[in-house]
């Protein structure tokens, strides 16, 4: 999304030193004495969502009912895997995990959490299997108001019907800074993808690229990047960013329909993807829970 920190700037010197509610990263949040659930005979299937949750000190009103809203919304689905970006508001967490808790035993971020001045990077995976953190980073590379925040990926690996995968959950450089997306996307296949690729091993890639799906110079530059794969969406949602339908996406003047999200894959072949929009009756009428929709991918290894 667009100036995520623009109110940053009035409040950064008021601000330094203020401390963070902190969650350790990368440590899972485990609930004792619950199995985890059956993967026998299933697809794995995993949610990326942008939701909106930005820091404290950014003033938009209606953080804490929207959180509520997405966890009795995220009730009603059966994802196995959910890996949030803009998590970056403690106490939205916190609705989220007292709601969703029992459901997804685990937790994993947010990714780059720190009690200094800088936010976390808002990457924040739930899951019902257990997953072992492989690696994490800080984007060496960013610009402007996203240098306020401490954004880079986090690599995990788990396994599903007897087989090893590895999920990688990150969002990168918002607005027009093209160049500085291209390295982050470059320090994410260095650092995390190159290094850690085995045989056999399905990547999944999840998160808000920030690249537009039909700007084909750069859409085609990320799946290079990344050496993965995207598809086809079923459904009749195309698109994860709507300025046409989503009151969020317009009060930024966004007037039209891209994608901004995705789920690659590297290394296995079927896949099914489609997009789920999340909405709920708020006060003042307002009904979508983020500017951006989720991206759903199900997977047989």
Same mark, same amino acid.
């Given at each position: 999304?667009?100036?995520? +920190?623009?109110? +940053?700037?009035?409040?950064?010197?008021?601000?330094?030193?203020?401390?963070?509610?902190?969650?350790?990263?990368?440590?899972?949040?485990?609930?004792?004495?619950?199995?985890? =659930?059956?993967?026998?005979? &299933?697809?794995?299937?995993?949610?990326?969502?942008?939701?909106?949750?930005?820091?404290?000190? $950014?003033?938009?009103?209606?953080?804490?009912? &929207?959180?509520? !809203?997405?966890?009795?919304?995220?009730?009603?689905?059966?994802?196995?895997?959910?890996?949030?970006?803009?998590?970056?508001?403690?106490?939205?967490?916190?609705?989220?995990?007292?709601?969703?808790?029992?459901?997804?035993?685990?937790?994993?971020?947010? =990714?780059?959490?720190? !009690?200094?001045?800088?936010?976390?990077?808002?990457?924040?995976?739930?899951?019902?299997?257990?997953?072992?953190?492989?690696?994490?980073?800080?984007?060496?590379? %960013?610009?402007?108001?996203? %240098?306020?925040?401490?954004?880079?990926?986090?690599?995990?690996?788990?396994?599903?019907?007897?087989?090893?995968?590895?999920?990688?959950?990150?969002?990168?450089? !918002?607005?027009?800074?093209?160049?500085? #997306?291209?390295?982050?996307?470059?320090?994410?296949?260095?650092?995390?993808?190159?290094?850690?690729?085995?045989?056999?091993?399905?990547?999944? =890639? %999840?998160?808000?690229?920030?690249?537009?799906?039909?700007?084909?110079?750069?859409?085609?530059?990320?799946?290079?990047?990344?050496?993965?794969?995207?598809?086809?969406?079923?459904?009749?949602?195309?698109?994860?960013?709507?300025?046409?339908?989503?009151?969020?996406?317009?009060?930024?003047?966004?007037?039209?329909?891209?994608?901004?999200?995705?789920?690659?894959? #590297?290394?296995?072949? $079927?896949?099914?993807?489609?997009?789920? &929009? +999340?909405?709920?009756?708020?006060?003042?009428?307002?009904?979508?829970?983020?500017?951006?929709?989720?991206?759903? %991918?199900?997977?047989? +290894?």
């Amino acid at each position: 999304m667009k100036n995520i +920190f623009a109110s +940053f700037l009035v409040l950064i010197l008021l601000l330094t030193g203020l401390p963070q509610t902190t969650f350790a990263v990368p440590a899972p949040v485990d609930k004792p004495n619950t199995d985890e =659930v059956s993967t026998e005979g &299933r697809n794995l299937k995993i949610l990326s969502w942008n939701i909106y949750m930005l820091p404290r000190m $950014v003033v938009r009103k209606g953080k804490r009912e &929207r959180a509520h !809203a997405i966890v009795e919304e995220l009730k009603k689905t059966d994802f196995d895997i959910i890996v949030f970006e803009e998590a970056f508001l403690p106490a939205a967490r916190k609705i989220i995990t007292d709601g969703l808790g029992g459901i997804y035993q685990f937790q994993y971020g947010p =990714v780059n959490n720190s !009690a200094n001045i800088k936010t976390s990077g808002g990457v924040w995976i739930l899951s019902k299997i257990k997953m072992n953190v492989v690696q994490t980073i800080k984007f060496k590379e %960013c610009a402007t108001w996203d %240098c306020l925040a401490r954004k880079g990926a986090m690599l995990l690996e788990g396994t599903w019907n007897g087989k090893t995968f590895q999920l990688l959950g990150t969002h990168l450089q !918002a607005d027009e800074f093209q160049e500085v #997306r291209y390295k982050q996307m470059d320090e994410i296949y260095t650092e995390l993808l190159a290094p850690y690729r085995t045989n056999g091993v399905p990547q999944i =890639v %999840c998160g808000d690229m920030n690249t537009e799906s039909e700007i084909k110079e750069r859409y085609c530059k990320m799946l290079d990047c990344f050496g993965a794969e995207n598809g086809e969406i079923s459904g009749v949602e195309k698109c994860t960013y709507d300025g046409v339908n989503n009151e969020i996406a317009q009060s930024y003047g966004v007037k039209d329909k891209t994608t901004y999200d995705y789920i690659l894959v #590297r290394n296995n072949g $079927v896949v099914i993807r489609s997009i789920k &929009r +999340f909405v709920s009756i708020l006060k003042k009428g307002k009904k979508h829970l983020s500017d951006h929709y989720g991206i759903v %991918c199900e997977l047989n +290894f």
